[in-house]
């Protein structure tokens, strides 16, 4: 078997270990598209051995490029794919990105192509999925930040510390990292806090501790559109006069989309690879993989995936309220 795979959006540590996973629970020949979807239309295209799959798997340096795309491809550029694919002797390709990219699939799958997606973004932003590759450890590199900063605020005491996080619209990146880093408050587009509010909280919280950690989700004042950095200049302004404290920012941008793959980050893409290793073998076609709360890998059709925001009945913003986090 000969499976092609393609990676859209933004770039993630874990994208490593499901290829190889692929490769070696199927036993397949393994075709890389460099470049996203893009790459995949200028057939951009290299094979790698099962002997480098292996030594890349738990790497942080990617082994596969990504790319993005705004335009909507045509139906001569779809025929095209579908072509150099057959003349590759692809039998399945897989995909890895956000909502946008899995909905491209399910247009290629109509030509034909035997099309398999699975959900790839620090923002954790797919409906259905609790879980999608790049997100663990990109709460892992917000646990480090938070981890600093705190032990800065222990020496030099009385500081009060925000940091904005990648997520576009969708705040679970920094509800999650919350939680798991201890911070004292996550602010989310899901839930707005007023400012006078706030404020109030963060010098309760100061009066009580040595340092105070605020995560921003970038999307948090409406400001947000792709590429936009500086959620947290227009909340320094209104917070500072009302807490008579200065407030250090800090923004972690891109650096969140790479590190040292968590035990988690392998587990779960392990997981996502062995169902759609199943899958491909049973005889299904054309699926988008979830992983649910309870790390159960589930098939969906590819045209049921979409973008979500934070789960407001869900247990970790209910556990985030519970330790007054929001």
Do not use: W
């Amino acid at each position: 078997m000969r499976i092609g795979m393609v990676i859209s959006g933004g770039d993630v540590t874990g994208i490593n270990n499901f290829i190889f996973q692929i490769a070696r629970l199927a036993q397949a020949e393994m075709v890389l598209f460099n470049g996203g979807i893009p790459g995949l239309l200028e057939n951009r295209h290299q094979e790698v051995s099962q002997r480098d799959l292996v030594d890349y798997a738990i790497a942080a340096i990617p082994v596969i490029q990504s790319g993005r795309t705004q335009r909507k491809l045509v139906r001569s550029e779809y025929e095209t794919i579908a072509r150099q694919l057959k003349s590759l002797r692809i039998d399945v390709l897989i995909m890895a990105g956000g909502d946008g990219s899995l909905q491209f699939l399910h247009i290629l799958s109509e030509f034909g192509v035997n099309c398999f997606g699975v959900g790839m973004t620090i923002d954790n932003d797919v409906s259905g999925s609790d879980y999608t590759i790049g997100f663990s450890t990109a709460c892992e590199q917000v646990l480090k930040e938070v981890a600093k900063l705190r032990n800065t605020g222990r020496a030099l005491t009385g500081r009060v510390f925000m940091v904005e996080l990648l997520g576009g619209y969708c705040g679970e990146l920094t509800l999650q990292s919350a939680i798991k880093s201890n911070a004292d408050f996550a602010l989310i587009p899901e839930y707005q806090i007023a400012a006078q509010e706030l404020a109030a909280r963060i010098t309760q919280r100061l009066s009580e501790q040595n340092s105070v950690i605020i995560l921003c989700s970038e999307g948090y004042t409406r400001e947000y559109s792709p590429g936009f950095q500086g959620a947290i200049d227009t909340l320094i302004k209104q917070l500072e006069p009302l807490i008579g404290v200065r407030i250090r920012k800090t923004i972690i941008g891109y650096g969140l989309r790479n590190g040292e793959p968590t035990c988690e980050e392998i587990f779960q893409g392990t997981i996502m690879a062995s169902e759609v290793v199943r899958c491909i073998q049973s005889g299904m076609r054309n699926k988008a993989v979830i992983i649910n709360g309870s790390n159960k890998p589930i098939p969906i059709d590819l045209m049921s995936i979409k973008k979500r925001l934070v789960d407001t009945e869900g247990a970790h913003y209910k556990l985030a309220r519970q330790l007054n986090i929001l």
